[in-house]
């Protein structure tokens, strides 16, 4: 495994179907999980997720995706020029890299991974049979994609931007 510090943070409701997904995606990569690698789920994202993400080199964000690519998607994220807002489900991954670099003076190396889901509108932690097989192919992604550190976007003609191998610019150790 690379020598990154990386961060698997999958959010949604597993309450509510394939909601569940990015919760489920990192209770299979925490299984995984070693030296380097911290995995955290939760409802939702928080501004309090800030300092967990100044403290590594690499974020994995993870969520459900309704109208997505199937079975999964992949894309670089940097931080949002505006719109940080403080209520409930308004904080996106971008808008906590902003934060992340303004509080902390960190900006890591981030992307966005949306595993497609179908059915959102039941009150059941049963994902959906598709959204079982989209897991199922997005958790051999990002699995290989931890061990060898080597991320790409997906899908996309000629995969438009990838990162493999060496530290991250600004992966100063985080005081």
Not at 80 to 88: M, Q, R, Y
Not at 107 to 134: C, H, K, Q
Request: aromatic share 8%; net charge negative; proline share 7%.
């Amino acid at each position: 495994m690379p020598n990154f510090r990386t961060l698997v943070l999958g959010w949604g409701n597993p309450g509510r179907g394939d909601d569940g997904l990015g919760p489920a995606l990192a209770g299979i990569i925490e299984a995984q999980a070693d030296d380097g690698l911290t995995v955290e789920s939760d409802y939702q994202l928080q501004v309090e997720d800030a300092a967990e993400i100044a403290r590594h080199d690499r974020v994995v964000f993870v969520d459900a995706d309704r109208s997505g690519p199937e079975p999964f998607s992949c894309r670089r994220l940097a931080p949002a020029e505006t719109g940080l807002s403080f209520t409930s489900h308004s904080v996106s991954p971008e808008a906590l890299l902003k934060l992340t670099g303004e509080l902390f003076g960190r900006e890591p190396e981030t992307w966005l991974v949306g595993i497609r889901g179908y059915d959102f509108d039941t009150f059941d932690e049963t994902l959906s049979p598709r959204a079982r097989a989209n897991l199922a192919a997005t958790a051999g992604f990002l699995s290989d994609a931890l061990r060898d550190g080597c991320f790409e976007e997906r899908p996309g003609p000629g995969r438009s931007e990838s990162t493999c191998g060496g530290r991250p610019a600004d992966s100063e150790d985080v005081k």
